[in-house]
Nanobody
Framework: QVQLVESGGGLVQAGGSLRLSCAAS????????LGWFRQAPGKERDIVAA????????YYADSVKGRFTISRDNNVNTINLQMNSLKPEDTAVYYC????????????????????WGQGTQVAVSS
């Protein structure tokens, strides 16, 4: 089992940057595929980015391609989301998520694929 705690959210002007981090407790962090989701008020929780166990494969939603970068450090049990060129439509609560996965199985992109979730961190982008 793994517990996830996000940090790094806040208020930023359009065009600015934020870096979200998610610290994971528990053992065998490298046995988990990871993802970042976001949920705006009144909307569904959608995938933003996902990464494989080893970090060699990643997925990005079309809306964030070229602006966001997902990364993980299995040595310190951390997943990060670097967000550049932020837009007002990026405003949402951001969640990190994890699921156990065999090495080499890639990434996972739907909410029901994930078993473990953080509590969320708010990102607000002003115009």
């Amino acid at each position: 089992q793994v517990q996830l705690v996000e940090s790094g959210g806040g208020l930023v002007q359009a065009g600015g940057s934020l870096r979200l981090s998610c610290a994971a407790s528990g053992r065998s962090f490298s046995n988990y595929a990871l993802g970042w989701f976001r949920q705006a008020p009144g909307k569904e929780r959608d995938i933003v980015a996902a990464i494989s166990n080893s970090g060699d494969a990643a997925y990005y939603a079309d809306s964030v391609k070229g602006r966001f970068t997902i990364s993980r450090d299995n040595n310190v049990n951390t997943i990060n989301l670097q967000m550049n060129s932020l837009k007002p439509e990026d405003t949402a609560v951001y969640y990190c998520a994890a699921r156990r996965a065999a090495t080499g199985t890639g990434f996972w992109t739907t909410r029901r694929d994930y078993d473990y979730w953080g509590q969320g961190t708010q990102v607000a982008v002003s115009s």
